[in-house]
Protein backbone atom coordinates (compact mmCIF):
# COMPACT_ATOMS: atom_id res chain seq x y z
CA UNK A 1 0.00 0.00 0.00
CA UNK A 2 0.87 3.47 -0.86
CA UNK A 3 0.12 6.46 1.64
CA UNK A 4 -1.63 9.20 -0.85
CA UNK A 5 1.33 12.08 -1.41
CA UNK A 6 0.69 15.57 -0.19
CA UNK A 7 -0.14 17.89 -2.90
CA UNK A 8 2.52 21.09 -3.70
CA UNK A 9 -0.05 23.39 -3.04
CA UNK A 10 -0.90 21.95 0.69
CA UNK A 11 -1.15 25.16 3.29
CA UNK A 12 -3.43 26.58 0.52
CA UNK A 13 -5.38 23.69 0.27
CA UNK A 14 -5.83 23.04 3.49
CA UNK A 15 -6.76 26.39 4.65
CA UNK A 16 -9.42 26.63 1.59
CA UNK A 17 -11.02 23.46 3.18
CA UNK A 18 -11.12 25.02 6.32
CA UNK A 19 -12.61 27.86 5.13
CA UNK A 20 -15.36 26.16 4.23
CA UNK A 21 -16.26 25.67 7.65
CA UNK A 22 -18.06 22.18 6.99
CA UNK A 23 -15.63 19.84 8.87
CA UNK A 24 -17.23 18.18 11.40
CA UNK A 25 -21.08 19.55 10.71
CA UNK A 26 -24.21 17.83 10.30
CA UNK A 27 -25.25 15.59 7.55
CA UNK A 28 -27.28 18.43 4.72
CA UNK A 29 -29.74 17.08 2.36
CA UNK A 30 -28.10 19.32 -0.09
CA UNK A 31 -24.96 16.56 -0.75
CA UNK A 32 -27.54 13.29 0.55
CA UNK A 33 -29.10 13.90 -2.56
CA UNK A 34 -25.89 14.10 -4.76
CA UNK A 35 -24.73 10.89 -2.85
CA UNK A 36 -27.79 9.14 -2.46
CA UNK A 37 -28.39 9.99 -6.62
CA UNK A 38 -25.13 8.36 -7.50
CA UNK A 39 -25.20 5.32 -5.48
CA UNK A 40 -28.44 4.78 -7.17
CA UNK A 41 -27.15 5.87 -10.84
CA UNK A 42 -24.26 4.07 -11.24
CA UNK A 43 -25.44 0.71 -8.95
CA UNK A 44 -22.96 1.24 -6.16
CA UNK A 45 -23.40 0.20 -2.57
CA UNK A 46 -21.11 3.15 -1.37
CA UNK A 47 -21.08 7.09 -2.55
CA UNK A 48 -18.98 9.92 -0.26
CA UNK A 49 -18.30 13.38 -0.30
CA UNK A 50 -15.28 13.09 0.97
CA UNK A 51 -13.12 16.33 2.04
CA UNK A 52 -9.21 15.86 3.18
CA UNK A 53 -8.12 17.05 6.13
CA UNK A 54 -4.63 17.11 7.23
CA UNK A 55 -4.69 13.35 8.66
CA UNK A 56 -7.90 12.10 8.15
CA UNK A 57 -10.79 11.76 5.40
CA UNK A 58 -14.47 13.00 6.59
CA UNK A 59 -17.33 12.28 5.12
CA UNK A 60 -19.82 15.11 4.72
CA UNK A 61 -22.37 12.75 3.04
CA UNK A 62 -21.82 9.27 2.47
CA UNK A 63 -24.17 5.85 1.33
CA UNK A 64 -23.13 2.77 2.41
CA UNK A 65 -20.52 3.44 4.80
CA UNK A 66 -21.00 3.59 8.52
CA UNK A 67 -17.58 5.19 9.57
CA UNK A 68 -17.45 8.98 8.90
CA UNK A 69 -14.12 9.38 8.57
CA UNK A 70 -10.60 7.26 7.86
CA UNK A 71 -6.92 8.37 8.17
CA UNK A 72 -6.22 10.12 5.24
CA UNK A 73 -2.31 7.28 4.99
CA UNK A 74 -5.31 4.92 3.89
CA UNK A 75 -7.43 7.02 1.87
CA UNK A 76 -8.25 6.19 -1.49
CA UNK A 77 -9.36 9.95 -2.09
CA UNK A 78 -6.29 11.40 -1.08
CA UNK A 79 -4.62 10.13 -4.37
CA UNK A 80 -7.74 11.15 -6.04
CA UNK A 81 -7.04 14.84 -5.15
CA UNK A 82 -3.66 14.69 -6.59
CA UNK A 83 -4.68 15.35 -10.15
CA UNK A 84 -7.65 17.47 -11.27
CA UNK A 85 -9.22 14.23 -13.77
CA UNK A 86 -11.50 11.55 -12.62
CA UNK A 87 -9.09 8.96 -10.87
CA UNK A 88 -10.73 5.67 -11.96
CA UNK A 89 -9.41 1.95 -10.36
CA UNK A 90 -10.90 -0.60 -11.84
CA UNK A 91 -9.42 -3.47 -10.02
CA UNK A 92 -7.82 -2.31 -6.85
CA UNK A 93 -5.63 -5.83 -7.04
CA UNK A 94 -4.30 -4.61 -10.65
CA UNK A 95 -3.15 -1.11 -8.77
CA UNK A 96 0.11 -1.27 -6.20
CA UNK A 97 -1.10 1.63 -4.67
CA UNK A 98 -4.10 -0.14 -3.27
CA UNK A 99 -3.59 -3.90 -2.96
CA UNK A 100 -2.80 -4.64 0.50
CA UNK A 101 -4.92 -1.46 1.76
CA UNK A 102 -6.91 -2.15 4.65
CA UNK A 103 -9.73 -0.69 2.80
CA UNK A 104 -9.49 -3.49 0.59
CA UNK A 105 -8.26 -6.63 2.99
CA UNK A 106 -11.04 -5.68 5.24
CA UNK A 107 -14.31 -3.51 5.87
CA UNK A 108 -15.63 -2.52 3.00
CA UNK A 109 -13.38 -4.95 0.65
CA UNK A 110 -12.65 -2.22 -1.90
CA UNK A 111 -12.49 -3.74 -5.42
CA UNK A 112 -13.47 -0.41 -7.50
CA UNK A 113 -12.63 3.15 -7.07
CA UNK A 114 -13.42 6.37 -8.84
CA UNK A 115 -13.02 9.79 -6.83
CA UNK A 116 -14.11 13.19 -8.55
CA UNK A 117 -11.53 15.73 -7.44
CA UNK A 118 -13.83 18.41 -5.49
CA UNK A 119 -11.91 22.01 -7.43
CA UNK A 120 -12.83 25.24 -5.66
CA UNK A 121 -12.72 28.53 -7.78
CA UNK A 122 -9.05 29.13 -6.31
CA UNK A 123 -8.05 25.92 -7.66
CA UNK A 124 -7.71 23.82 -4.16
CA UNK A 125 -9.05 19.92 -5.00
CA UNK A 126 -10.39 19.74 -1.37
CA UNK A 127 -11.69 16.26 -1.52
CA UNK A 128 -13.88 14.10 -3.75
CA UNK A 129 -17.33 12.90 -4.83
CA UNK A 130 -16.36 8.58 -4.86
CA UNK A 131 -18.15 5.64 -5.93
CA UNK A 132 -17.07 2.68 -4.32
CA UNK A 133 -17.84 -0.93 -5.40
CA UNK A 134 -16.81 -4.56 -3.74
CA UNK A 135 -16.71 -5.89 -7.11
CA UNK A 136 -14.25 -4.58 -10.08
CA UNK A 137 -15.93 -2.95 -12.89
CA UNK A 138 -15.21 0.40 -15.18
CA UNK A 139 -17.22 3.56 -16.36
CA UNK A 140 -17.37 4.49 -20.06
CA UNK A 141 -17.28 8.28 -21.13
CA UNK A 142 -20.84 9.18 -20.50
CA UNK A 143 -20.48 7.16 -16.89
CA UNK A 144 -17.41 9.63 -16.16
CA UNK A 145 -19.44 12.85 -17.97
CA UNK A 146 -22.16 12.13 -15.21
CA UNK A 147 -19.90 11.43 -12.43
CA UNK A 148 -18.27 14.91 -13.77
CA UNK A 149 -21.98 16.58 -13.44
CA UNK A 150 -22.67 15.65 -10.15
CA UNK A 151 -19.13 16.27 -8.32
CA UNK A 152 -19.74 20.14 -10.07
CA UNK A 153 -22.99 20.18 -8.66
CA UNK A 154 -21.18 19.10 -5.30
CA UNK A 155 -18.85 22.38 -5.50
CA UNK A 156 -21.51 24.02 -6.32
CA UNK A 157 -23.14 23.62 -3.03
CA UNK A 158 -19.71 23.71 -1.47
CA UNK A 159 -19.38 27.22 -2.64
CA UNK A 160 -22.92 28.43 -1.93
CA UNK A 161 -22.70 27.07 1.84
CA UNK A 162 -19.85 28.93 2.33
CA UNK A 163 -21.49 32.05 1.36
CA UNK A 164 -24.45 31.35 3.25
CA UNK A 165 -26.58 30.76 0.55
CA UNK A 166 -29.72 28.63 1.15
CA UNK A 167 -30.10 25.40 -0.90
CA UNK A 168 -31.97 25.84 -4.00
Known amino acids: MQEPPRP???PDRLQALRQLLILDTPPEERFDRLTAFAAQEFDVPTALLSLIDDDRQ???SRVGMDQCETSRGISFCGHAIL??????VPDVN???RFIDNPLVTGDPHIQFYAGAPLK????QNVGTLCLIDNK????DDIDLAILGSLRDLAVEE????EQG????
Do not use: C, S
Open 8 to 10: ANE
Open 58 to 60: WFK
Open 83 to 88: QDDIMV
Open 94 to 96: QDE
Open 120 to 123: LPGG
Open 136 to 139: PRTL
Open 158 to 161: LVRR
Open 165 to 168: APAP
